[in-house]
Nanobody, 115 residues
Framework: QVQLVESGGGLVQPGGSLRLSCAAS????????MGWYRQAPGKQRELVAR???????DYADSVKGRFTISRDNAKDTVYLQMSSLEPEDTAVYYC?????????WGQGTQVTVSS
């Protein structure tokens, strides 16, 4: 069973920055796509950004130009650098990773943007 461990969430003021990390372990097969999703109270979970093993990226329109996703294939780790944070970015952020057997989710990390 693939295990995903997230870190880096917290409380930040509007306009601030945070960096999330997610490390995958126990995968018998290569991790293919990795990504970040978020879920705000009362809303559905939505894609924030994703990245393929080859480095191709995809972003939600609401975060383009503010968030950057990257990964270290040797460590099976994905990062999300978040800048110019807005109160609307407040949510639980979930890491997702996939291999040939399926998709796996992290436990989530809270990001709160508030003054």
């Amino acid at each position: 069973q693939v295990q995903l461990v997230e870190s880096g969430g917290g409380l930040v003021q509007p306009g601030g920055s945070l960096r999330l990390s997610c490390a995958a372990s126990r995968s018998r097969f290569s991790i293919t796509a990795m990504g970040w999703y978020r879920q705000a109270p009362g809303k559905q979970r939505e894609l924030v950004a994703r990245i393929t093993r080859g480095g191709s990226t995809d972003y939600a329109d609401s975060v383009k130009g503010r968030f950057t996703i990257s990964r270290d294939n040797a460590k099976d780790t994905v990062y999300l650098q978040m800048s110019s944070l807005e109160p609307e970015d407040t949510a639980v952020y979930y890491c997702k990773a996939g291999n040939v057997l399926g998709d796996y989710w992290g436990q989530g990390t809270q990001v709160t943007v508030s003054s």
